[in-house]
Structure formats: C-alpha cells, structure tokens
C-alpha cells in the first residue's frame, strides 16, 4: 500500500508515522487531556483501514486530514489543536520555500507523477530533468505570483486545468502552422546565420529539420508542416540532376538519347529523394530540443494542395517515400525496428486517391498498409472537411489543434491564410466536477456551467494578456524570420494576437461522465446525446460571444489529456468521493469520446462522434480500437472511407510492441503488481523490466514511447476493440 508524498514520490505506507505524529501532539498537551496509547493506535488503524479501501493511491495531505478527524473522533480536541498547529507551522516553512524538495525529488527520479507526466519525455536524462527542473520554478512563479488566487484554486481543486503552467511565466504560445513556404522560398534565418532558397530537394529536407527543431525550442505545443511545402524542390533536383548527366555523358562521349537521359534523371533523383525524406525522419527523431525531447511535429500530406501536374506527381512520391520509410520503422539501440513516436503523419483523404479507380489510390493501399503496422497515419476527410470550413482542406497545429476559419486572414492570391497562425493556449473545464457539484440538479448545472465557463474565459484572458507586449526579438525564428511572421526587430506581436490570427482554445473534459451523473445514463443514449450536445452548444456560444466582444479568436477544443485525466479523477474522488460510472475509475474521458469501456463497433462510434467533433472547431480528433490488422488491410481501408464519408478527423488504434529481452512482438500486456500497482509484463516471457520493453500506445492524438501515470494506464487496459 502506497502513499504520495508532497514532492510527488511514491513510498509505502507506514502507520508508524501516524503513531509518532499523534504522540507528538500529545506530549505538547497537559497529561490529562491525553490520548492513551490505545486510542493512538487505534486513529493509525482506523487511518490505514480507509486508505486500504480508497480506489486510488492516497496523499499525504488526505491522510493528515484523516488523522485529525480520528483525534477529534476520540474526542482529544487538545491533541487535535496541537496537530493542527503543528500543520499549519509546517507548511508555513514549506511556503518559504516551495520549489526545492520538488527540484531534488526530480533529479533523484522520486517524483511519479513527473517521471511520467508526459509518454515522449525520458526523465532520467539530463536536458529532461533541466526542462523539469525550470518548470518547478516556473510553476511556482505562476502559482504564487503571476496567476489570480481564484484561477490557481480552481486548478489545484481539478476544477479546471491551466495548461501547461511550466511554460507560463516565460512568454510562449503553445502550437502552430510552420509557413515553411515562406521560409524556403524567400529564405530565413537561424541562429543569426542566413540561409537562403535551397538548390536541391535534399538541402530543403535539411533545412527543414532545422526550422523544425528551433521552433519547437521556442514554444511548447506541436508544430506542423507540409509535405506541398517541399514538393516544388523535387523538380529543382530533377533540372539539377538532368544538367549533371548531360555534362558528364557529354564528357564521355556516350549516348543523349533522351529516354536514357531520363531514366538517368529519374533514378538519381528517387536516390536523392530517399535521402531526404530518411534526413528529415532520422533528424527529427534523433534531435532533442531544450524541452527534453523530440520535437512534437506532424507531416502533413495531401495532394490537392498542389496544382495538377508535374508539381503534383512530384508531391505523391514524396509521400510514397514517407509511407515506405514509416512502415519499415526506425531501429533502437540494441538494431531492434521499431516504432517511432515522431513525426506524426496526417494524411487527407480526397477524390483522387479514396476510390479502387482513382489516380492515387496506390497511396492510400499504401497509407493502410503503414496504419496497421505503425499506428500512422491519421486520417482527414476532404470532404467533410470541405463542408464545415467554407471549402478549405487544412492540416491541425500538432495533434489536433485547428486555426479556425477567418475570412479576414488572406495569403497573397487571396486564398484563406492557415500557414503561420498559431494557438495562444488552452484552458480545460472539468465537466464531470460541473455534474458532481450540482448533485444531479439541472438547474443548479447550468448555474454552475455558466459560472464555471466565465471562470475559464477569465483563465484564458490571463493566458492572452500575458503573450501582449512581447517582442519579436524573444523567438526570431518565429516572429522575424517567416515561421509565423516577419515583424521588425523590438515590434510587439499583439497584433497577431487578434481578429483571427491565433486562436485560444476552450477545452473540455469528461463529457461522458458528465450524463451518467446528471442523467443516469451515457451520452450515447438518445436523453445523453441530446443534453451532451446543448452542453457542447453552450460552449461554442461563450466563445462566439467572447469573440465578438474582444475580437480574440477563443474555439471549443477536445482536450488531449495525458496526465490530466489522472489529477481530474483523483480530485473528483476527492471532492464527491466514488459515484459509479462517473468517479469510480482513476481516469476520466477525453473530451466527447465515448467511454473506452462502453461496447460500439467501429462504424457506430466515428458516425456518433462526428456530431460532437463538428462542435469542436477549435481541434479534436476520433479514434476506434483495433487489433493487429497488419494481415488485414481490406478492414483498415473500410474503416478510411467510413471516415471519409462521415468525419473530419480521426485514427486507428493499433498496437506495436516488442520485448527486447525475449523477442516476443504481439501486445505487451497490463498488470498488477503486489501492491495494486499497474505495471507492463511481457506475456510471453513475464519481462517487467520498462527498459527491455518497447510499448508503443495512442494515448492522446499522437503515439506515446515512455509510458504513462497511473491513471491512464487503466485506461489504456480498460480499451475494448472496436473492430
């Protein structure tokens, strides 16, 4: 049975503790208002029975608040005083200062919660544990001084979630759209050295993995771009390469017939897009940015970015590239091919490549093929796409937060402009709390929703007035140099903070849970769909009254929650204690997914869903839970027209595991360890080792390496198939 300390260190329980704490108190008491022995074991007793029965690991501050409960119980209210003195002289000292037992839990790797807070970070490694060791601080920054006492409660209570508060004192925005167009074709500068247009395919796919890497150490959330970006460079290769050969079989005096001249052109040409494309994927899995870890980018490919044609044709090779690439994976240290967290890779769905007859089908075959044997790619539907966004196809900002469409923001030609925005930030309602509060009261829900709501708006003003007034200088890369802007030296970017520009996201937690307590019943049922859907309504009406009010861009976002989802039910259990089917798991669902437990086929679940996703235009994504399908493509490409058919945005969850100690590669399973523990085991070889263990897991839009906290592990286990 285990405990959290305050630095966030898992220990066993000790009622010792319990008994040496008490008979502190009690010898500062006069003896004749002492507790006998009897009665201190039996507070420690009492307190060790309620932590045994409790559905999740108990804190020490729960368990002090239970030892004071016992003490008063057993009437010692002089004994109780003197306990609670004691307390408040105690946290007193840790006021004074409150960030170095953290710091050193995290370098002596003591913090579990920490240690995995995020499935992508190593936190043995140094520049890991440098990156966490500045957010502690920065934190505490945040928390004390620069955040208002109301949002910073609310946050700790799970009421909401303030995103990302390690980055907040330092003036950051969380994700973008990389206009590496701009960058490439006009040049950039990094590092204050110029670089300008590329002259080949392979220096453009170089130059990217820096653009990449520096953006990334610039901000905190994903980053994407686009495969379109890098197209035109295949046919300055191609004339580069054509002139070489020229010269070289002019030189030997061999034949310039022109089909071997081209068949030259054409073969050096793959080579050197092989190159490129293998450039890209082994730099940016094998660069680690200030934050500790890989960059968050996806790889956006879709082909009617580019005109028909040549451009086009060039463009479909590059993705054939990638596809081949990914599905054959990365090797590990020990030569072992696995598969690799980064780059995500989205791929659009469109009329030319969805039907057995279209020009580019090979590309989709090719794109299931990769989905069922390394989870990637995700897949967006033009079509759907197109009738939600005014005709527009365009990429997410990472894993799946969208700029939104804004008529004033226009490229050059008059298009609408998505490459070079970004999102401010996110702010997280916990719905189910919202539910709880209410005691299953529809009147007291939409009085505390309503209350709750304008509490988030204020939350994410204080995210959007932190980012104003800070200059271009900060992050070059992105605001000078093309990223996302070309602003002068010591210009502020508050203009890009307004009408559009960026967004700044409302996110939501626990719609699922929210009907089962107000309802008794799932958001699934016909009464659960029709309340989920006024809740989702009313958020977007907020955002579009903010909006109108301020002329800031704030969009309804379905939060990707990694270790959020583990604080939220550890803080429902808390405040409301067990509730079935709302609080008695130790995670909670991700903004409108159905419940992970709940039985729906694959088809039924994305149909469902699309309605809740057309509600989030600020970013969401689906997904349905398969088995391995690497020997059955046919289901993978079903399911990829079904999401053409009917939803923007969604994935298949695969698994890619391996057990480096004995070599088994089916699914690596969850269980238990004697103390109640959620653990990995190789079923083949009962290897628990997490270091001889690769598990590759979907766990919030994109692909998670290095395990997870507690809570979403269970979550992870409590996945039923949905094909």
Request: hydrophobic residues 35%; aromatic residues 8%.
């Amino acid at each position: 049975m285990k405990v959290i300390k305050r630095n966030g260190e898992e220990v066993q329980f000790d009622s010792v503790k319990i008994v040496n704490a008490v008979n502190a108190a009690n010898m500062g008491t006069e003896p004749i208002h002492r507790l006998n022995r009897y009665q201190v074991q039996a507070i420690a007793d009492t307190v060790e029975g309620k932590i045994q029965e409790m559905p999740h690991i108990a804190h020490v501050e729960d368990i002090q608040d239970m030892v004071e409960t016992g003490i008063m119980e057993m009437r010692g209210y002089e004994v109780a005083q003197k306990y609670v003195r004691y307390r408040y002289k105690r946290e007193l000292t840790r006021k004074s200062n409150t960030t170095d037992n953290g710091i050193l839990a995290l370098i002596e790797h003591l913090n579990e919660t920490v240690n995995q807070e995020n499935s992508n970070k190593n936190p043995v490694i140094n520049s890991t544990q440098r990156d966490y060791m500045a957010g502690e601080v920065s934190k505490d920054l945040t928390m004390r001084v620069l955040l208002p006492e109301e949002i910073v409660k609310a946050h700790e209570e799970g009421i909401i979630h303030f995103h990302d508060s390690d980055y907040y004192a330092q003036k950051e925005h969380n994700c973008d759209l990389i206009n590496l167009e701009d960058m490439l074709q006009n040049g950039t500068v990094i590092s204050e050295t110029m670089i300008e247009k590329p002259h080949s395919f392979f220096t453009a796919c170089n130059v990217t993995t820096q653009i990449v890497a520096q953006v990334a150490s610039n901000q905190y959330g994903g980053q994407t771009f686009t495969l379109s970006h890098l197209a035109p460079f295949v046919d300055i290769s191609r004339q580069k390469i054509r002139g070489t050969v020229l010269e070289e079989r002019t030189a030997c005096g061999d034949s310039l017939d022109g089909d071997i001249v081209e068949k030259i052109v054409e073969s050096r040409l793959k080579s050197e897009i092989r190159s490129g494309i293998q450039t890209i994927q082994y730099q940016l899995i094998t660069l680690m940015t200030c934050n500790g870890q890989a960059p968050f980018v996806t790889m956006f490919m879709y082909l009617d970015e580019v005109p028909e044609g040549r451009v086009r044709d060039d463009l479909a090779m590059l993705i054939e590239e990638v596809l081949h690439q990914r599905m054959q994976g990365v090797k590990n240290e020990k030569g072992i091919w696995i598969t690799p967290a980064f780059p995500k890779l989205v791929y659009v769905l469109d009329e030319d490549n969805i039907n057995e007859d279209s020009k580019y089908w090979y590309l989709t075959e090719l794109a299931a093929k990769c989905t069922a044997k390394r989870m990637v790619p995700d897949y967006i539907s033009a079509k759907v796409m197109r009738s939600l966004k005014k005709g527009d196809v365009y990429p997410c900002m990472g894993c799946r937060s969208f700029p939104t469409v804004e008529d004033n923001q226009r490229n050059p030609d008059g298009s609408r402009k998505y490459y070079g925005r970004f999102n401010q930030g996110v702010v997280t309602i916990n719905l189910v709390d919202v539910a709880c509060s209410s005691q299953g009261d529809m009147e007291q829900f939409w009085k505390i929703y309503e209350e709750r709501l304008e509490l988030c708006h204020r939350a994410l003003r204080c995210r959007h007035e932190r980012l104003l007034g800070t200059k271009s200088d900060v992050a070059p890369i992105l605001w000078q140099h093309g990223a996302l802007a070309r602003l002068k030296k010591g210009e502020k970017i508050d203009s890009l903070l307004y009408n559009g520009y960026s967004t700044i996201s409302l996110g939501y937690a626990g719609l699922c849970e929210m009907c089962v307590r107000m309802l008794g019943k799932t958001h699934t049922s016909p009464e659960g769909r029709e309340f989920a859907l006024k809740v989702m309504q009313k958020m977007n009406d907020k955002c579009q009254e903010w909006k109108e009010a301020e002329h800031i861009s704030y969009s309804v976002y379905g939060t990707p929650m990694e270790s959020t989802t583990y604080k939220f039910a550890r803080c429902l259990q808390k405040r409301f204690g067990i509730i079935p089917g709302v609080t008695d798991k130790n995670y909670i669902t991700n903004s409108y997914h159905v419940h992970v437990t709940e039985p729906i086929d694959a088809f039924s679940k994305l149909k469902f869903e699309a309605d809740f996703q057309r509600l989030s235009p600020g970013g969401a994504i689906s997904y349905v839970e398969v088995p391995n399908l690497q020997g059955n493509t046919e289901a993978v490409l079903a399911v990829m027209r079904f999401i053409y058919d009917n939803i923007v945005y969604a994935e298949l969850n695969t698994k890619s595991d391996y057990c480096e100690k004995c070599g088994y590669d089916g699914e690596i399973r969850i269980v238990s360890d004697e103390d109640g523990k959620l653990i990995w085991e190789c079923p083949n070889c009962g290897n628990r080792d997490q270091d001889e263990l690769f598990v590759a897991r979907r766990t919030c839009g994109y692909i998670g390496t290095q395990f997870w906290n507690q809570g979403r592990t269970q979550e992870i286990r409590d996945r039923v198939l949905h094909l």
